[in-house]
């Protein structure tokens, strides 16, 4: 049982470390997997582990950016050390909408459940907007080209898109780097800087979450994990962190030579397919 358990930590890994940074919705992946392969845990402990990933994934973000997001570098110049602290200051202004949002959620006491129909409609709407948006902007310049171009006016308009990431399978990174093209952001400039806004934003839902299950293990709600679930948490973690530093690489180089289209294509396939299976196969 904890060999089969550990497979899945393992594909958990796989599909979190891939479609957190691919703007394809980790939500709808995760959902459709934990669906048809649920782990043999309660069902706080597998909602936790799906939110505590992410912070494998942010690491990854960290190590790879690491030179570029170093204000400390004895490497870089002192104009240069300004410009970086200069560029954490927008990423700071950019999740401010998305941080205000999940504190508002708290205070009313919302919860968007991770409905497979939402989910799929989700999907489905911003896989269009992909498509549509990239059709619009073919053969026109950006108006900003790079991450440190990003103005703060721009910034805060990319972290109120961010806001919209909270509806399940909307995709962080889909609704950021749509916001920041609708702003004029180039595709390159608007991978960097939605990797970067990564950082503050998983880190502030992962620590709520984390939280949130200390509450539920308080309450008597849910059990205090013990070393097999430590085991499953710890193997899905590097798993996450080894396949997100491949994707980061792979998204980096994809935007250099190629349109988002083919993720649009890829959103709206999904979304048909969570369709078909909660109405068909369920």
């Given at each position: ?65 690491f ?30 909408p ?17 409905d ?45 898109f ?33 990797f ?26 849910a ?11 710890g193997?899905?973690?590097?798993v ?43």
């Amino acid at each position: 049982m904890l060999i089969l358990e550990l497979l899945k930590a393992v594909i958990l890994g796989i599909i979190e470390g891939i479609t957190e940074w691919l703007p394809v919705s980790s939500t709808g992946h995760l959902l459709l997997f934990n669906e048809i392969f649920p782990l043999a845990q309660d069902r706080s402990f597998t909602h936790m582990l799906v939110e505590i990933i992410q912070l494998a994934a942010i690491l990854a973000v960290v190590v790879y950016f690491f030179g570029r997001l170093n204000p400390f570098s004895g490497k870089k110049t002192a104009e240069e050390k300004k410009s970086t602290w200069v560029l954490w200051s927008k990423i700071l202004v950019a999740v401010i909408p998305g941080g205000l949002a999940v504190v508002l959620m708290k205070i009313c006491d919302i919860d968007l459940i991770d409905d497979p129909f939402i989910i799929a409609a989700a999907l489905l709407v911003y896989g269009i907007a992909f498509i549509v948006i990239e059709r619009l902007k073919r053969n026109k310049a950006p108006k900003i080209e790079t991450a440190d171009d990003i103005s703060y006016k721009t910034a805060l308009y990319i972290g109120l898109f961010q806001v919209l990431s909270l509806v399940p399978g909307t995709s962080r990174s889909g609704s950021t780097i749509l916001g920041a093209m609708l702003c004029g952001v180039s595709r390159t400039a608007a991978a960097d800087f939605t990797f970067f806004l990564a950082i503050p934003a998983m880190c502030g839902a992962s620590g709520i979450e984390v939280l949130s299950y200390a509450k539920d293990v308080l309450d008597g709600e849910a059990q205090l994990f013990g070393g097999e679930q430590l085991l499953i948490l710890g193997v899905a973690m590097i798993v996450s962190f080894l396949v997100s530093l491949v994707a980061i690489k792979f998204l980096m180089g994809f935007v250099k030579r190629h349109s988002f289209e083919a993720f649009g294509w890829y959103r709206i396939a999904l979304a048909i397919l969570v369709v078909l299976y909660f109405t068909v196969v369920k």
